[in-house]
């Protein structure tokens, strides 16, 4: 599964039954819109889970 | 043994924490490494991990890793999840005395600290932005805003789903962040923030299994 944020991808992820993953990176939003895609990564089940998103303001 | 770091005149508080150390030793299991916080809260970074084999050279403790340090193997070298939570920091000051503290159960097998650093990410902001995906009536998790299969984006709610055809499940196990998701082949989830820079922190998997599927790039059950 494929996740981006504001247009650029994070690495891939596979996960595993039962199980969790986190992941994230540092953003910057210009127009006043954070926008997360989930995307199918390609597998046989083309569904992307998302379970939270936490968003921090951060010093540039 | 003990190393410390002393972290000065940051501001805001830690919105993200990872470390990185080189250590070598004759024997990876027999270590114990935690860090401790300024406050002195405790982390377990790893412990018995890596067998018989020898050291851990540039290697990265992010939450965010793909692969838990429970999964490498000598010399570890790149990112692993920690077996503790350095989320758990988040919200602290960043400033004061940072300690490695080693342990080695084994005496016989000596070792040697050759350095390690904090990468710390402070918030200048007040508000963090924390959102529970699920169903509708799924519980919701402290702090949490939720958002289900039908939070369509407006710019009164101020987030949403913009596009794509969106599910969502409650598998009434595990925790209230855990236990609930939201899915999508393919969707796109907006949030109004202020221009500026942001952490970005997500969750993705399910409680137990419910249908199977295997792939070489990605695998869900939903």
């Keep these: 599964m494929l996740f981006e944020i504001e247009g650029v991808a994070l690495s891939p992820i596979t996960t595993v039954a039962a199980s969790f993953t986190g992941t994230g990176t540092v953003t910057s939003v210009t127009d006043g819109q954070l926008t997360v895609v989930l995307r199918d990564g390609g597998g046989a089940d083309p569904n992307v889970v998302i379970n939270s998103l936490v968003i921090t303001p951060v010093a540039p | ?222």
């Excluded at chain 2, 540039?58 to 793909?66: H, Y």
């Excluded at chain 2, 999840?81 to 758990?88: F, K, S, W």
């Design chain 2, 1 to 222: 043994m003990t190393s410390t770091l002393l972290v000065d005149n940051v501001p805001g508080v830690l919105a993200d924490v990872d470390v990185t150390l080189d250590i070598m030793h004759d024997f990876d299991s027999d270590l114990r490494v935690r860090l401790l916080a300024p406050d002195a809260t405790s982390i377990l970074l790893f412990e018995g991990t890596g067998g018989h084999l020898d050291g851990f050279v540039q290697t990265t403790l992010d939450d965010e890793a793909v692969t838990s340090i429970i999964d490498g193997a000598a010399p570890f070298t790149g990112a692993f999840r920690p077996m503790g939570t350095l989320g758990a920091l988040d919200g602290k000051d960043p400033n004061g005395t940072w300690t490695l503290e080693i342990t080695d159960d084994e005496p016989a097998n000596e070792g040697t600290l050759r350095g390690w650093s904090l990468t710390v990410v402070t918030s200048i902001g007040p508000e963090i932005r924390r959102f529970d995906f699920g169903t509708p009536t799924s519980p919701l998790a402290a702090g949490h805003t939720r958002v289900a299969h039908n939070t369509v984006y407006s710019a009164a709610l101020g987030y949403g789903w913009l596009s794509g055809t969106i599910g969502s499940r409650d598998r009434t196990t595990g925790g209230d962040l855990g236990r609930d998701f939201c899915f999508t082949p393919s969707g796109t989830f907006a949030v109004d923030l202020p221009a500026g820079s942001y952490q970005i922190d997500l969750v993705t998997g399910t409680a137990r299994p419910g249908t199977t599927s295997c792939c070489s790039r990605s695998k869900e059950w939903h």
